[in-house]
């Protein structure tokens, strides 16, 4: 089992940046990828950013240049950068990862909101 605790969300205004990080515990040593989801009111759950099991990022078009994922050396922490935030950012952001076994875990959610 492993276990994700998400922390960074906010308020931040149209431009302006924040840092969400994913702190797992557990059994880490079984993760082969992980990243970010994120879901707007009224609409369905989308990835964000992700880092796979050979260690390639993946961006959502979206987020492209403005959005970068990152993670520790010891695969404790995975963090998303958000520079040059857009009202259309505002989401709950959900930390995800997967196991090699094919289990996925899911944190609780951390709110951001991009408004002046």
């Known amino acids: 089992q492993v276990q994700l605790v998400e922390s960074g969300g906010g308020l931040a205004q149209p431009g302006g940046s924040l840092r969400l990080s994913c702190v797992a515990s557990?059994?880490?040593?079984?993760?082969?990828?992980r990243g970010w989801y994120r879901q707007a009111p009224g609409k369905q759950r989308e990835v964000v950013a992700f880092i796979t099991t050979g260690g390639k990022l993946i961006y959502a078009d979206s987020v492209k240049g403005r959005f970068t994922v990152s993670r520790d050396s010891a695969g404790i922490t995975v963090y998303l950068q958000m520079n040059s935030l857009k009202p259309e950012d505002t989401a709950v952001y959900y930390c995800?990862?997967?196991?090699?076994?094919?289990?996925?875990?899911w944190g609780q959610g951390t709110q951001v909101t991009v408004s002046s």
């Open positions: 557990g059994s880490i040593d079984s993760i082969a990828s």
């Open positions: 995800n990862h997967n196991s090699w076994g094919g289990n996925e875990y």
